[in-house]
């Protein structure tokens, strides 16, 4: 039975991810640890650690799993050009599974926007809402993020040339070329994202609306799972559910 190490276990997406775990029979609980605990003392506990936590921290523990040989599952977001470069370079040595969003639904939301994309993109005025509870620090979303990549490389664009992030004051009339992202912030919303394709005389809105985060726990522990006998490499939640 594969055993997991989840960190930042006493927040509450850690919360989830034990309880995901203790109720799933192919995975165990190995070792729970936060703030202040040492990893490197309980690296013959768990084969695969689970992290969501913050950049700096998934980082520090990337960096243990890589010279232990461990493999890990990354739901955390908000890394800047130089964190992901870490996350390759890692994946090189051992099997990383990462994804900004692992709820099974999201994941089939991003095939349906590249098909959406594909169809109508280029005659559409593409919109990014996402909505979090007040806590959540990266804006736009990790998620949000990711359905702008996807519509962007369906359409042969590149987001980081095309994305526009808020809009106030005069302007120039709408490029349909970009693609617009808007952020909410309030209340305990669990995480909301809608694409949104304006054509003339019709729309078409492409929406996932997540409860709870046991969603996210599950995909995660799914992940772990997959990650049995894979190879070194850099996995995201598409191939672990093989779309």
Not at 9 to 26: L, P, W
Not at 86 to 102: H, T, Y
């Amino acid at each position: 039975m594969i055993k997991i190490a989840v960190v930042g276990s006493a927040g509450r997406m850690g919360q989830t991810i034990i309880e995901s775990i203790n109720q799933n029979d192919k995975v165990s609980l190995g070792i729970a640890l936060d703030k202040g605990d040492d990893l490197n003392a309980v690296l013959d506990q768990f084969d695969v650690l689970i992290d969501f936590t913050r950049p700096e921290a998934t980082l520090d523990y990337l960096k243990i799993c890589q010279q232990a040989e461990k493999s890990i599952v990354i739901g955390t977001t908000g890394f800047d050009d130089a964190g992901l470069e870490l996350i390759n370079n890692a994946a090189k040595n051992i099997p990383v599974v990462f994804a900004p969003n692992m709820s099974v639904g999201v994941n089939l939301t991003l095939k349906l926007l590249d098909m959406a994309a594909k169809v109508i993109g280029e005659d559409a005025d593409i919109e990014i809402v996402e909505a979090h509870h007040r806590y959540k620090v990266d804006a736009p979303s990790g998620t949000a993020l990711k359905m702008g990549e996807v519509v962007a490389n369906a359409l042969g664009r590149d987001l980081s040339q095309c994305a526009v992030y808020g809009r106030e004051g005069i302007e120039e009339p709408r490029d349909r070329q970009t693609i617009g992202f808007s952020t909410i912030r309030g209340g305990d919303v669990v995480g909301e994202h809608t694409v949104s394709f304006f054509m003339e005389g019709e729309r078409v809105e492409i929406t996932h609306k997540a409860s709870s985060r046991m969603t996210f726990a599950n995909g995660a522990v799914r992940a772990s799972s997959w990650l049995e006998g894979q190879s070194a490499g850099l996995y995201s939640m598409q191939n672990v559910l093989d779309l």
